[in-house]
C-alpha cells in the first residue's frame, strides 16, 4: 500500500488549497483578542477594503467586532488588491500611525504577491499588530494535540499526527531543532490506541556505543563490570506503548542494525545474551538532520530509513508560522508569569493605558526569523517574565533586545515615534550582530548552513547575511557535502514533496534545503 495515500487531501483537484488575503490580530491590547480574523473579500467592495477603529469585524471565539481600541482612529486605511495579485496600502492625514514590516508609511506602500504569502506585518497607532496575508484554507479539526496555534501549517499537522495515530506503522517526524518533534511524537501517542501504555523518550545523542546498547535492549547480570542486576532496558520500559527515539541521526553504527532487527523482527536481544524476548512497542523517531546525506556518507544505514520513514511528517519552522508567533507568546508568557504570580500583567488595561506587553516589540517578534523555532521563543518568554519579576513595565534583558534588534540596544519598550527612522524591512539575523564584507574562507559549515536557513535557501539574502557576494555563496554550496545540490533531486522525491508541500515551491525550497532557482531549475530539467 502507498503510504502517501493514508493522508486525505484538502487540496483542489488541481492545485494547492485555496488561498484568501486575510487581515489576522497578532497583537492588541487585549490579548485574548490575539488570532482573530477578518477575510479581505468579505469586508471589501469592489477589490478596495477599509481598517478603521470600526472595520472591519474581525471573527474568533467571541461575536464578530471591529479592533475598537482608542488611538485606532475612524478614518481608515485603504487597502486596494492590485491585478497581479499584490496591494496597495494607502494612509491619509488623520488616519491612524502606519508601519508596515517596521517601515513607516507616510502615504502608500505597495505589496508584492510574495510578500502576502510571506505576510506583512502592519502595525497602527502603536496599539495593533495585523499580519496582511494569504492564507490556506485548512479544514480545522476538534482535538488540538498540545500544539497552539491556528496555522494552517498547524492545522495541517495536527490533522496527519491524529490520522498516523491510528495507524500501526512507524513514524519519522523532521524538521528543525526547536519545532516540536517530541511534543509532536506524545501527541501521536496520546491519540492511539495505546494511550494507556507508557510513551518513553529516548535521546539518541546522549547514548553512544555500548551504553546504547545496554539501554535500549537492557543487559543480563554480569554483562560488564558492574552489571550486578539484570536490566530491562527502554524497549521493555515501553512494552505496549510508544517508543519514541529523538535524534536518530546521531545513533551509532551497531546500534542501527539492532534496530534494523527489531523493526524486522519484533525481538530484542539483552547484552550479556540469553534469549531473545518479543515487544510490542511503537516506534517513533524524529530528526534535524538531512538523513539522505548521513545515508550518501555511509553514516546512517539505508535499509533503517526506509524501516523508520513508512510514513513522514515534517513540522513547520516557526517563520513559516507568522500568524501563530504572538499566540504562542502569550501562552508561554501566561505560564511563566503564572509562576511569580504576575499572571495579571497581560490583563487589559484603561483604554488610555499603554499595554504592558507593546506592540512595537510583539511586530518586531513576529519579523524575526527564529532560528530556534518554538524552544527560543520559550527561552525568550522564561527570560521576560524573570526579568520583569516584581517591575510595573515590561523589562527585557540585553540579550532578549539584542535578540529582536541586534544592531540597536535602544529601549524597545518605548512607543514608535513619527519620527523615529524606520527600521529594516529585513529581520535581523541570528547569526551575526554585524554585516561586514568577509573573506569566504573565513566561513564555517556551522554558519553557512545556519544562514541559509534562516533566510529560507534565498541565495542574494544569504549572500548580503554573511557579507560575501553571491558568487562566492555558490561556490561555498557547492564545496559542501553537507548541503544537497538541487541537481541530485530526483524525480520521484520532487513529486513526494510537491504532495506534501501542495505545491508550494517556496515550501519545497524550505524541506529539501535548495534554493528557489535551483529547485525550479531541476523541476524544468526533469520536465515537472
Not at 23 to 33: E, K, Q
Not at 278 to 284: C, F, K, N
Request: net charge neutral; hydrophobic share 40%.
Amino acid at each position: 500500500m502507498d503510504e502517501s495515500t493514508l493522508i486525505p487531501d484538502d487540496r483542489p483537484e488541481h492545485g494547492r488549497p485555496l488561498a484568501r488575503l486575510a487581515l489576522t490580530i497578532v497583537f492588541h491590547p487585549d490579548v485574548a483578542r490575539v488570532g482573530e480574523r477578518a477575510w479581505f473579500d468579505e469586508f471589501a467592495t469592489e477589490r478596495v477594503g477599509h481598517v478603521s477603529r470600526t472595520w472591519p469585524l474581525f471573527h474568533g471565539a467571541a461575536e464578530p467586532r471591529p479592533l475598537a481600541e482608542h488611538h485606532v482612529s475612524r478614518r481608515p486605511l485603504r487597502i486596494a488588491q492590485l491585478a497581479g495579485g499584490g496591494v496597495q496600502v494607502s494612509t491619509t492625514t488623520g488616519a491612524a500611525a502606519l508601519r508596515i514590516n517596521g517601515a513607516l508609511v507616510l502615504d502608500e506602500r505597495l505589496l508584492s504577491r510574495e510578500e502576502l504569502r510571506d505576510g506583512a506585518v502592519l502595525e497602527l497607532a502603536s496599539r495593533i499588530v495585523l499580519l496582511l496575508h494569504e492564507r490556506e484554507e485548512v479544514a480545522a479539526v476538534a482535538h488540538e494535540c498540545g500544539l497552539v496555534g491556528d496555522s494552517p501549517e498547524i492545522r495541517r499537522l495536527r490533522r496527519e499526527l491524529l490520522v498516523v495515530a491510528e495507524l500501526p506503522i512507524p513514524v519519522l517526524l523532521r524538521g528543525e531543532s526547536g519545532t516540536g518533534k517530541e511534543l509532536a511524537a506524545r501527541a501521536i501517542h496520546a491519540a492511539s490506541q495505546r494511550a494507556s501504555r507508557p510513551c518513553v523518550c529516548v535521546n539518541m545523542a546522549a547514548l553512544t556505543g555500548q551504553t546504547a546498547v545496554a539501554e535500549l535492549f537492557g543487559y543480563t547480570r554480569g554483562a560488564f563490570t558492574g552489571a550486578v542486576r539484570p536490566h530491562e532496558g527502554y524497549f521493555r520500559d515501553a512494552d505496549g506503548g510508544t517508543l519514541f527515539l529523538d535524534e536518530i541521526g546521531e545513533t551509532p553504527p551497531e546500534v542501527q542494525l539492532m534496530l534494523l532487527r527489531v523493526l524486522e523482527t519484533g525481538e530484542i536481544q539483552p547484552l550479556g545474551g540469553g534469549a531473545t524476548r518479543p515487544v510490542d512497542v511503537r516506534l517513533l523517531a524524529a530528526t534535524d538532520t538531512n538523513l539522505e546525506h548521513a545515508v550518501a556518507r555511509g553514516r546512517f544505514r539505508l535499509s533503517l530509513l526506509h524501516r523508520l520513514a513508512s510514513y513522514e511528517i515534517w513540522l513547520p519552522p516557526l517563520r513559516a508560522r507568522k500568524e501563530d508567533i504572538a499566540r504562542l507568546l502569550v501562552h508561554f508568557l501566561r505560564k511563566e508569569l503564572r509562576l511569580f504570580g504576575d499572571e495579571d500583567k497581560l490583563e487589559p488595561r484603561g483604554p488610555h493605558d499603554a499595554p504592558w506587553l507593546p506592540a512595537e516589540f510583539v511586530a518586531k517578534l513576529v519579523r524575526y526569523p527564529w532560528p530556534g523555532n518554538v524552544r527560543q521563543l520559550i527561552n525568550l518568554a522564561r527570560q521576560i517574565a524573570v526579568s520583569s519579576q516584581g517591575a510595573a513595565a515590561l523589562s527585557l534583558p540585553a540579550a532578549a533586545r539584542r535578540l529582536v534588534e541586534p544592531e540597536r540596544a535602544h529601549d524597545l519598550t518605548a512607543p514608535a515615534s513619527a519620527s523615529a527612522e524606520p527600521s529594516t524591512h529585513e529581520p535581523p539575523s541570528p547569526v551575526a550582530d554585524d554585516v561586514r564584507r568577509r573573506a569566504p574562507s573565513e566561513l564555517t559549515e556551522d554558519e553557512l548552513v545556519a544562514a541559509l536557513r534562516v533566510h529560507a535557501w534565498r541565495i542574494s539574502a544569504t549572500a548580503r547575511h554573511l557579507g560575501i557576494s553571491k558568487t562566492s555563496l555558490y561556490a561555498l554550496i557547492e564545496q559542501c557535502p553537507r548541503i544537497r545540490k538541487a541537481r541530485d533531486l530526483t524525480r520521484e522525491e520532487l513529486a513526494a514533496a510537491s504532495a506534501r508541500c501542495n505545491g508550494s515551491i517556496e515550501r519545497m525550497s524550505a524541506e529539501l534545503e535548495v534554493s528557489i532557482r535551483g529547485l525550479q531549475l531541476r523541476m524544468r530539467e526533469l520536465g515537472l
